[in-house]
């Protein structure tokens, strides 16, 4: 028999990253996220919106906001889902006072822009 190797590319990650997202499962989300960097695969805008979505899932406002800094050391660009899920992971936590500060960032990033 022809044996057959099984494939796992950064589709696969992100699909496990999204299971654990509906799993509220955040922890084991950002284990995913690690284990794709030390594979050195590609990491997309669905990667990183996967692994906020299952901080902010969980209440882990703090930790979704810590993913934007990673997010700019790996040079990824942060868009409108990356500030909106944020967004929703300071309201939903009742921080209403990160939210206006990211308010603040996008408002800068729009004007370096246009620039």
């Known amino acids: 028999l022809a044996q057959k190797s099984l494939i796992v590319d950064d ?3 992100n699909t496990t990253i999204s299971a654990c997202e509906k799993s509220f499962v955040w922890t084991m989300a950002l284990e ?3 284990g794709m960097v ?4 590609r990491l997309t ?7 906020i979505s299952a901080c ?5 406002w703090r930790q979704a906001l810590a993913l934007l800094r990673t997010m700019t050391e790996y040079n990824a660009q942060a868009g ?3 500030f909106n899920l944020l967004t929703r992971a300071c309201e ?3 921080k209403c006072r990160h939210a206006v500060g990211l308010l603040s960032t996008v408002r800068a990033r729009m004007l370096e822009l246009r620039r």
Do not use: F, K, M, P
């Not at 902010?56 to 882990?60: A, C, E, V, W």
């Open 11 to 13: 589709i696969a990650y």
């Open 32 to 34: 995913v996220l690690n």
């Open 38 to 41: 030390h594979r050195s695969l």
């Open 45 to 51: 805008c669905i990667t990183w919106h996967a692994t």
């Open 56 to 60: 902010t899932r969980s209440s882990q």
């Open 80 to 82: 409108d889902i990356t």
């Open 92 to 94: 939903q936590s009742g």
